[in-house]
C-alpha cells in the first residue's frame, strides 16, 4: 500500500476517488510543526550558531502526527504530495523529517490542478523534496520570526503598538506616507471651457498648436470673450483599434479584480479559490475547478489552449478564436506553474451554478472568463476624433464604436465598454453651440490606497508575495493600524505612532528599497544562488544594533488617562491593557493597586418569581450569558434560557424562550 500526503482534508477525499485502492489518501490538516519558543529572545533559532532553528509540533497537532507515523510505518512507500510551492515544499520537508521518512521510503510529486489526469500522471513521475527551495522557505520563517518577536516585543514594551514584521510594516507605512501626502498636497485651482451641441459636447484643447491651461477665471474670461458664435469642423480621424484582452488570471490580479468588481476581501477571495482548486462535488465527480491560485505566472498549458480553441469554435465561431497572451514577464516572477484557469472549460459557470454557493459561483465565474476571454480574438472599436476651430481656439470631440465585440462576448461584465456614438460631420462644416460654459476643477491629491491598489502596489515594488498579501492586509486591519472608510485605509493613531517609532529607529530596515532586496535574496536561495547563513547573518548584524538601541533609547509612551482620580489615593485613573482587553486603574501602581469595576447596565426583563426583585441578563466568568435575580445571593433563581412573562399552569415556574419555542423549564411544555 502507498500513502499519500497531502495538506487538507477535502483534497485528500478528493484525490483518494483518483488513485484508487492501492493508495491510502491522509491529510496532515495544514503545518504539523513550526519554529519553537524557546532560547534567547524566545525566537526558536540560535542565532550564534549559524541560525540553527528548533522546531516543535503545533499546539494540539500530536496526535495528528502520531497517527500519521503510525500509517507511514505500514505504508511501503510514502507520497508527499503538498502544495506546489515554496510553502507546500516546506510542508513536506517537515513532514519527511518528523516522520522521519528514509530517502528510500518517501517521493514528492506536485501537481497544479487535482484532476483525474494530471493527479494519476504526477504520480507515475515522482521525483524528490526540492531543498534549496525549502532552505528559502525556512529562511523567510527565521526572518519573519526574528523582526516580528523583537519589534512586536519592542512596539508593546514603548508604544500602544500590538506588533510589527517585516513585510506588514512596510505596507503600514506606504499606507501613513500617503496619508501625509493627502495632508500637505496644497490644491491648484484650473478651469475648462467646454462647448455643447445639439448631439455631442466637445473640451478646449489647444489655441493654435500649444496646449490650453487657464488658472483662473479671469483667463477663462478672456478667452470666452474672444469666441464666436460658429465653430468649423477642421479635421475628422477616424482609426479603427484593437482591444486585446488580458492574460490570466495570477494570485495578485486575481485579489484585485475580486475587490473592485465583486467587492470581496483578498483573503476571503483565496479563501474561496483554495475551496475550488481542492475540489467540488459537480454531481457525478469531484474535482478541483480551477488550477492552483497561489502563482505570479500567467503561463498556460498547450493542452488547455488546444481545448479552448475548439471551445471557442464551436460555441462562437472561428472568428473569435484569439492567440495567447504572454503579459509582462516581471524579475521577480516565479514561473513554477500555470496562471489561474479553469481545469475544464467544458465546465462553464453556468452548468455547475447549482453545485456552488453564491460566492463560489463569483469567483468561479470570474476566473472561468477571464480564461476564456484570454484566448478570444481582439475586440476591434472605431475611433472618431472631431477638431472643431474657432478663432485659433481647438475644442475636441471623441467617440467610440464597438465594430467587433471579440472577447467581450464573454468578459463585458468585468470592462467598462460603452460606445459615444458622434454625428456625421464634414471638413469645413460650420455648427453653432447651443451653450459654453465654463468649469472650475482643482487638482487633487493620490487617491488613498484600497485593498486592491495596495496590493497592486506592493506587487510593483516587489514586497512580499502575493500568497501573503491577504494575510499582510487582514494582519494590518486586525492590529488597528488602520480603518476601512468609504473601502479607503487611513491609519489610525496608533498605527501613525508606530510607523513614525520605527523609521526613527529602524529605517534602513523598514523600507520599501531593503524589503524588496530581502525578497529577491529569497528567490537566490531558493535557485541555489545564494548561501541562506549568509543572508541571515548579513542582516542580523544590521539588525540587533538597532534593536539594542531602541529598547534603550525609545521614549515610553504612557498610559491614557481617563480624568477621573484613584478613590483610594487620589491618583489619575489611567487606562491599561492586558491580554484580556483595556481595564481602568490606578495611575500610582504598584504602589496603589485599585482597579475600577466596570460599569455594566442592567437589562431588567420582569420582577423574580421568588422574591420580586428583578431578573437581569447577566454573564458568567467565561462570557455565557444567562438569566438571575438581582438580589443573588439571597435569591438563587437563575436560567440559561431566556425567561418570558408567563407561568406554567402544573408548576407555576416561569416559561423560558428554548430553540424558539416558549415551554416550562421544569415541565418542558
Given at each position: 500500500?502507498?500513502?499519500?500526503?497531502?495538506?487538507?482534508?477535502?483534497?485528500?477525499?478528493?484525490?483518494?476517488?483518483?488513485?484508487?485502492?492501492?493508495?491510502?489518501?491522509?491529510?496532515?490538516?495544514?503545518?504539523?510543526?513550526?519554529?519553537?519558543?524557546?532560547?534567547?529572545?524566545?525566537?526558536?533559532?540560535?542565532?550564534?550558531?549559524?541560525?540553527?532553528?528548533?522546531?516543535?509540533?503545533?499546539?494540539?497537532?500530536?496526535?495528528?502526527?502520531?497517527?500519521?507515523?503510525?500509517?507511514?510505518?505500514?505504508a511501503d512507500k510514502v507520497i508527499l504530495a503538498t502544495d506546489p510551492d515554496r510553502e507546500g515544499e516546506n510542508i513536506s520537508w517537515h513532514l519527511k523529517e518528523e516522520l522521519k521518512l528514509k530517502d528510500d521510503k518517501y517521493s514528492r510529486v506536485v501537481f497544479n490542478e487535482i484532476t483525474k489526469p494530471v493527479v494519476t500522471e504526477a504520480i507515475k513521475h515522482p521525483g524528490k523534496i526540492d531543498m534549496p527551495l525549502v532552505k528559502s522557505g525556512e529562511t523567510r520563517r527565521i526572518l519573519d520570526r526574528i523582526i516580528g518577536?523583537?519589534?512586536?516585543?519592542?512596539?508593546?514594551?514603548?508604544?500602544?503598538?500590538?506588533?510589527?514584521?517585516?513585510?506588514?510594516?512596510?505596507?503600514?507605512?506606504?499606507?501613513?506616507?500617503?496619508?501625509?501626502?493627502?495632508?500637505?498636497?496644497?490644491?491648484?485651482?484650473?478651469?475648462?471651457?467646454?462647448?455643447?451641441?445639439?448631439?455631442?459636447?466637445?473640451?478646449?484643447?489647444?489655441?493654435?498648436?500649444?496646449?490650453?491651461?487657464?488658472?483662473?477665471?479671469?483667463?477663462?474670461?478672456?478667452?470666452?470673450?474672444?469666441?464666436?458664435?460658429?465653430?468649423?469642423?477642421?479635421?475628422?480621424?477616424?482609426?479603427?483599434?484593437?482591444?486585446?484582452?488580458?492574460?490570466?488570471?495570477?494570485?495578485?490580479?486575481?485579489?484585485?479584480?475580486?475587490?473592485?468588481?465583486?467587492?470581496?476581501?483578498?483573503?476571503?477571495?483565496?479563501?474561496?479559490?483554495?475551496?475550488?482548486?481542492?475540489?467540488?462535488?459537480?454531481?457525478?465527480?469531484?474535482?478541483?475547478?480551477?488550477?492552483?491560485?497561489?502563482?505570479?505566472?500567467?503561463?498556460?498549458?498547450?493542452?488547455?489552449?488546444?481545448?479552448?480553441?475548439?471551445?471557442?469554435?464551436?460555441?462562437?465561431?472561428?472568428?473569435?478564436?484569439?492567440?495567447?497572451?504572454?503579459?509582462?514577464?516581471?524579475?521577480?516572477?516565479?514561473?513554477?506553474?500555470?496562471?489561474?484557469?479553469?481545469?475544464?472549460?467544458?465546465?462553464?459557470?453556468?452548468?455547475?451554478?447549482?453545485?456552488?454557493?453564491?460566492?463560489?459561483?463569483?469567483?468561479?465565474?470570474?476566473?472561468?472568463?477571464?480564461?476564456?476571454?484570454?484566448?478570444?480574438?481582439?475586440?476591434?472599436?472605431?475611433?472618431?476624433?472631431?477638431?472643431?476651430?474657432?478663432?485659433?481656439?481647438?475644442?475636441?470631440?471623441?467617440?467610440?464604436?464597438?465594430?467587433?465585440?471579440?472577447?467581450?462576448?464573454?468578459?463585458?461584465?468585468?470592462?467598462?465598454?460603452?460606445?459615444?456614438?458622434?454625428?456625421?460631420?464634414?471638413?469645413?462644416?460650420?455648427?453653432?453651440?447651443?451653450?459654453?460654459?465654463?468649469?472650475?476643477?482643482?487638482?487633487?491629491?493620490?487617491?488613498?490606497?484600497?485593498?486592491?491598489?495596495?496590493?497592486?502596489?506592493?506587487?510593483?515594488?516587489?514586497?512580499?508575495?502575493?500568497?501573503?498579501?491577504?494575510?499582510?492586509?487582514?494582519?494590518?486591519?486586525?492590529?488597528?493600524?488602520?480603518?476601512?472608510?468609504?473601502?479607503?485605509?487611513?491609519?489610525?493613531?496608533?498605527?501613525?505612532?508606530?510607523?513614525?517609532?520605527?523609521?526613527?529607529?529602524?529605517?534602513?530596515?523598514?523600507?520599501?528599497?531593503?524589503?524588496?532586496?530581502?525578497?529577491?535574496?529569497?528567490?537566490?536561495?531558493?535557485?541555489?544562488?545564494?548561501?541562506?547563513?549568509?543572508?541571515?547573518?548579513?542582516?542580523?548584524?544590521?539588525?540587533?544594533?538597532?534593536?539594542?538601541?531602541?529598547?534603550?533609547?525609545?521614549?515610553?509612551?504612557?498610559?491614557?488617562?481617563?480624568?477621573?482620580?484613584?478613590?483610594?489615593?487620589?491618583?489619575?485613573?489611567?487606562?491599561?491593557?492586558?491580554?484580556?482587553?483595556?481595564?481602568?486603574?490606578?495611575?500610582?501602581?504598584?504602589?496603589?493597586?485599585?482597579?475600577?469595576?466596570?460599569?455594566?447596565?442592567?437589562?431588567?426583563?420582569?420582577?423574580?418569581?421568588?422574591?420580586?426583585?428583578?431578573?437581569?441578563?447577566?454573564?458568567?466568568?467565561?462570557g455565557k450569558t444567562f438569566w438571575g435575580c438581582s438580589n443573588y445571593p439571597k435569591c438563587d433563581y437563575a436560567s440559561w434560557y431566556k425567561p418570558v412573562d408567563e407561568k406554567c399552569q402544573k408548576c407555576d415556574n416561569l416559561k423560558v424562550e428554548k430553540n424558539g419555542q416558549i415551554v416550562c423549564p421544569n415541565c418542558d411544555e
Open positions: 500500500m502507498q500513502l499519500v500526503i497531502v495538506e487538507s482534508p477535502a483534497k485528500s477525499k478528493t484525490i483518494e476517488k483518483y488513485l484508487g485502492g492501492d493508495y491510502k489518501v491522509l491529510s496532515s490538516k495544514g503545518h504539523i510543526r513550526d519554529l519553537s519558543t524557546t532560547g534567547k529572545y524566545g525566537l526558536g533559532v540560535d542565532v550564534e550558531n549559524d541560525f540553527e532553528p528548533t522546531y516543535e509540533i503545533i499546539k494540539g497537532k500530536k496526535k495528528d502526527v502520531k497517527f500519521l507515523k503510525d500509517e507511514c510505518d505500514k518577536f523583537r519589534l512586536s516585543k519592542l512596539m508593546q514594551s514603548k508604544t500602544g503598538g500590538k506588533s510589527a514584521g517585516r513585510v506588514q510594516s512596510v505596507a503600514l507605512k506606504l499606507i501613513v506616507d500617503r496619508e501625509r501626502e493627502i495632508q500637505a498636497f496644497v490644491p491648484e485651482e484650473y478651469w475648462t471651457i467646454e462647448a455643447f451641441f445639439k448631439d455631442f459636447e466637445t473640451n478646449l484643447e489647444k489655441y493654435k498648436e500649444e496646449k490650453v491651461e487657464i488658472h483662473t477665471e479671469e483667463e477663462a474670461d478672456a478667452i470666452l470673450a474672444k469666441l464666436s458664435k460658429e465653430y468649423k469642423v477642421e479635421n475628422i480621424e477616424e482609426k479603427e483599434k484593437n482591444k486585446a484582452a488580458k492574460e490570466v488570471f495570477k494570485t495578485s490580479t486575481l485579489q484585485q479584480v475580486a475587490v473592485n468588481k465583486l467587492g470581496f476581501p483578498a483573503s476571503k477571495t483565496m479563501k474561496i479559490a483554495q475551496k475550488l482548486y481542492e475540489g467540488v462535488s459537480t454531481g457525478n465527480e469531484t474535482s478541483g475547478l480551477i488550477t492552483y491560485m497561489r502563482t505570479d505566472s500567467v503561463r498556460i498549458s498547450d493542452e488547455f489552449i488546444k481545448t479552448t480553441y475548439g471551445f471557442i469554435k464551436e460555441n462562437y465561431g472561428e472568428e473569435y478564436i484569439g492567440y495567447v497572451k504572454k503579459g509582462k514577464k516581471d524579475e521577480n516572477m516565479q514561473d513554477a506553474h500555470e496562471g489561474i484557469r479553469p481545469t475544464n472549460i467544458n465546465k462553464t459557470p453556468e452548468s455547475i451554478k447549482q453545485y456552488l454557493t453564491n460566492d463560489e459561483y463569483k469567483i468561479y465565474r470570474l476566473i472561468y472568463y477571464r480564461a476564456l476571454a484570454s484566448l478570444m480574438h481582439d475586440a476591434k472599436t472605431l475611433s472618431t476624433t472631431i477638431w472643431l476651430d474657432n478663432n485659433d481656439y481647438k475644442f475636441k470631440a471623441t467617440g467610440s464604436v464597438l465594430k467587433f465585440d471579440g472577447y467581450l462576448k464573454v468578459y463585458s461584465d468585468y470592462e467598462d465598454q460603452e460606445d459615444v456614438i458622434l454625428p456625421k460631420l464634414t471638413v469645413g462644416e460650420e455648427l453653432t453651440a447651443k451653450k459654453v460654459e465654463k468649469n472650475q476643477h482643482f487638482t487633487k491629491p493620490a487617491p488613498r490606497y484600497t485593498e486592491s491598489s495596495l496590493i497592486k502596489e506592493l506587487e510593483t515594488l516587489g514586497i512580499g508575495r502575493p500568497s501573503t498579501y491577504a494575510t499582510i492586509i487582514q494582519t494590518i486591519k486586525d492590529r488597528e493600524y488602520v480603518t476601512l472608510v468609504d473601502k479607503k485605509f487611513e491609519p489610525t493613531e496608533i498605527g501613525y505612532e508606530t510607523t513614525d517609532k520605527l523609521q526613527e529607529f529602524f529605517s534602513d530596515i523598514i523600507n520599501v528599497k531593503y524589503t524588496a532586496k530581502m525578497e529577491t535574496d529569497l528567490d537566490k536561495i531558493a535557485n541555489d544562488e545564494e548561501n541562506n547563513i549568509e543572508v541571515l547573518r548579513k542582516f542580523y548584524d544590521k539588525f540587533a544594533p538597532l534593536v539594542t538601541t531602541a529598547f534603550k533609547e525609545m521614549e515610553k509612551k504612557g498610559p491614557e488617562e481617563t480624568g477621573e482620580t484613584c478613590p483610594n489615593c487620589g491618583s489619575p485613573l489611567v487606562i491599561r491593557k492586558s491580554k484580556y482587553g483595556e481595564f481602568t486603574a490606578c495611575g500610582n501602581y504598584p504602589k496603589c493597586k485599585y482597579i475600577k469595576k466596570p460599569e455594566r447596565e442592567e437589562k431588567v426583563l420582569m420582577p423574580c418569581p421568588k422574591c420580586g426583585h428583578n431578573i437581569v441578563e447577566k454573564t458568567t466568568k467565561k
